[in-house]
């Protein structure tokens, strides 16, 4: 029976549709759903994912597939089902749902090339920016890539230009597949030939005619194996060179082998230690173990109380999936988690642990993808991206933290990664365990209605008591302290308190910035963001006003805006004020500020909490990053600044997070 010669192909476009392509007869029999192919699509080329082969077509004519780009296909069925889901709960395409599940560092990049038809340039009618276009053309051989003439070409009117220009038939137009911008590392071993060695006459003539060449080859042979060639070239001064020249000579053989961009991460005396469970852990884990070794789908709540041993329940699942020769996902809602999460798995288990979120660089997200894709994995690790690791025999997903906001997906596809793990654990009868100390009342809800088993952790793993929580009225502070007050006298006192006994505090304030408001005292007027209609913040850290929901940068305003009144005033409390303030009140602690402003860098989110848990920062500050799911025995003081903020918010889920 002859292949089928048609494919069904989603494209990553807003298109509620499938697309029929031709298979041309070099791909008969090689194409199979879950493969990404290069297609042309309108004046474009696009990269398409193939749904189905099909024997059979209504259209009369059709367009050919160009190019196949995987041997294996990067979408397994399972996914594709997960997928279809998504698109049709969550108003997208196929393709964009597709799209939205492998890295980004693997995208095809096109981009159009254009080229001077100088035969059919003749005397006419051409505006200046038209004359520079092809002066810039004629200049660079006739031909270059739009990307490359925004950069030679300054004008307004460019594409504009260049469109009258193909079609007065003066230029022609062409799309080209660009390079994948993340590509495979090497590295190169050398190795002796299995050619009977040199004779030591011959090595004393290498040793005085080439002298690095004979150290190379003295050092193969003493060690009998493959040696790393970056390390032999720095021991012995040689080169890359070197070693050719030693290959055509057949003195060593050259190898290149993938390797692997693996992020690093710090792991924390403890992570492997193994507690016992106590009853009401033990009763939870009996009950998910039950369903896991039945191997049926099933969904739980793990509602418990802070510091109820949730961890430790997910950490003998794990374990016990393990042993049943499946595979497991755990989802974190921070960034800032992944790497205490990471070092506790990696601790506790001798397993291959994949980490899968948007802190690293596309390169370590491509290697990890291809890890698991490989089957190198049996763990993955991370933000909501991590839900669509290619795992196979997938047995478990947790969700730790639950009700976070940060497991939904703000771009298209606009999924909720707690949702997706459910529908994922269903299509492979898998089990998933939501944990949270305040779930979300969806989630709260399901259990009511029977489509989930809340099972509760009411009492502490330890021995320890629930902390005391006190609530200070700040408009009591005001009436007794002058001036602008920042912290309150108890949680001034409560923090040098601390830092006599050489104990740690946490503040969380979930408002980045200096002063939240710039405002002139004479008119009322505040510096607003041009785009959005919201106050700018006062950022003193680069002496700029940034606006938090566009990311635009502006010039910190020295008169008012409307009437010309100098001096401003900044009102509200950020973080880095909060910062700059404790510098001052304990100029001998060593202060550290988490937020999006200090963790823009790579791994910077690891580094401050590794540094945290060594015990070399006193007093750390900063947003909801900071206040979930972290475990420092050190931290005796936590204080919460304007804790009721969040109420005042325009989101009906206002009340619900500001009680999460």
């Known amino acids: 029976m002859s292949p089928p010669p048609f494919a069904h192909v989603a494209l990553p476009l807003p298109l509620d549709q499938l697309f029929t392509y031709k298979i041309p007869e070099t791909l008969l029999g090689k194409l199979c759903p879950g493969m990404r192919v290069i297609v042309p699509f309108q004046r474009q080329i696009q990269t398409g994912y193939i749904v189905s082969l099909e024997t059979e077509t209504d259209f009369d004519k059709t367009r050919s597939i160009q190019a196949l780009l995987d041997e294996k296909p990067v979408i397994q069925p399972d996914m594709m089902n997960v997928c279809e889901w998504i698109a ?29 038809l100088t035969n059919n340039i003749t005397a006419g009618r051409f505006t200046d920016s038209q004359r520079a276009l092809i002066a810039t053309l004629h200049t660079h051989k006739g031909t270059l890539t739009d990307t490359q003439l925004k950069k030679h070409v300054d004008s307004p009117t460019l594409k504009k230009d260049l469109l009258s220009l193909v079609k007065r038939n003066l230029l022609s137009e062409e799309t080209i597949v660009l390079e994948e911008r993340i590509t495979v590392q090497h590295e190169t071993w050398l190795s002796l030939p299995d050619s009977p060695p040199l004779s030591k006459a011959k090595i004393v003539t290498l040793q005085r005619r080439a002298p690095k060449q004979a150290a190379l080859y003295l050092d193969l042979l003493r060690n009998s194996g493959e040696l790393l060639a970056q390390t032999l070239y720095m021991q012995h001064g040689a080169s890359s060179g070197t070693a050719k020249t030693m290959e055509e000579k ?44 039945r191997e049926e789908y099933a969904t739980f709540l793990l509602q418990g109380i802070t510091g109820s041993g949730k961890t430790e329940v997910y950490l003998h699942v794990i374990e016990l999936t393990l042993a049943l020769d499946k595979t497991a996902i755990m989802l974190v809602p921070e960034i800032s988690l992944t790497p205490q999460t990471v070092g506790r798995l990696m601790a506790r288990f001798d397993k291959k642990i994949a980490v899968l979120h948007s802190g690293l660089s596309q390169g370590e997200r491509f290697d990890e993808w291809r890890r698991v894709q490989r089957g190198e994995v049996q763990i993955v690790v991370g933000a909501r991206s991590a839900i669509f690791a290619p795992l196979k025999n997938l047995g478990l997903i947790v969700v730790d933290e639950e009700h976070d906001t940060s497991y ?34 969806e989630s709260y809800q399901n259990t009511e209605r029977g489509k989930s088993t809340r099972l509760q952790l009411n009492e502490r793993a330890t021995s320890g008591e629930l902390p005391e929580v006190e609530i200070i009225d700040m408009r009591e502070e005001s009436k007794e302290q002058a001036g602008e007050v920042v912290l309150s006298r108890v949680l001034e006192t409560a923090i040098t308190q ?58 910190v305003p020295l008169v008012c805006g409307e009437c010309h009144f100098n001096p401003l005033i900044y009102l509200g409390t950020g973080t880095q ?42 007093i750390l500050v900063g947003t909801q990053m900071i206040a979930k799911g972290h475990d420092y025995p050190s931290v005796t003081l936590v204080g919460v600044i304007n804790a009721d903020t969040g109420l005042t918010l325009p989101d009906f889920r206002a009340a619900e997070t500001g009680f999460q």
């Open 577 to 618: 004020k909060i910062e700059d303030y404790l510098q001052t009140a304990y100029p001998e602690a060593r202060i550290a500020r988490m937020d999006r402003d200090t963790t823009q860098g790579k791994d910077s989110h690891a580094k401050i909490l590794h540094q945290f848990a060594n015990r070399q920062i006193d």
């Open 498 to 555: 601390r830092l006599a006994q050489n104990e740690q505090v946490i503040l969380l304030l979930n408002r980045r910035g200096h002063s939240p408001f710039v405002l002139c005292p004479q008119c009322g007027w505040s510096a607003e963001c041009l785009h959005c209609n919201v106050t700018l913040t006062y950022h003193a850290k680069g002496n700029h006003m940034a606006c938090h929901y566009c990311n635009a940068q502006h010039p």
């Open 250 to 293: 057949g003195l060593l053989e050259r190898t290149k082998k993938e390797i692997y961009r693996s992020p690093v991460i710090n792991l924390l005396p403890g992570d492997a230690e193994k507690f016992d469970l106590n009853p009401e852990q033990q009763s939870a884990f009996d009950t998910i173990a039950d369903t896991l070794q």
């Open 408 to 441: 939904k997906q703000s771009d298209t596809p606009r999924y909720h990664a707690r949702d997706v793990a459910i529908v994922r654990a269903q299509q492979n009868q898998a089990v998933c365990i939501l944990g949270s100390a305040t779930p979300s009342i």
């Open 88 to 116: 049709q709960y969550y108003c997208c395409s196929l393709g964009e749902a597709l799209h939205g599940t492998i890295p980004s560092g693997i995208a095809v990049r096109t981009s159009k090339k254009f080229t001077l």
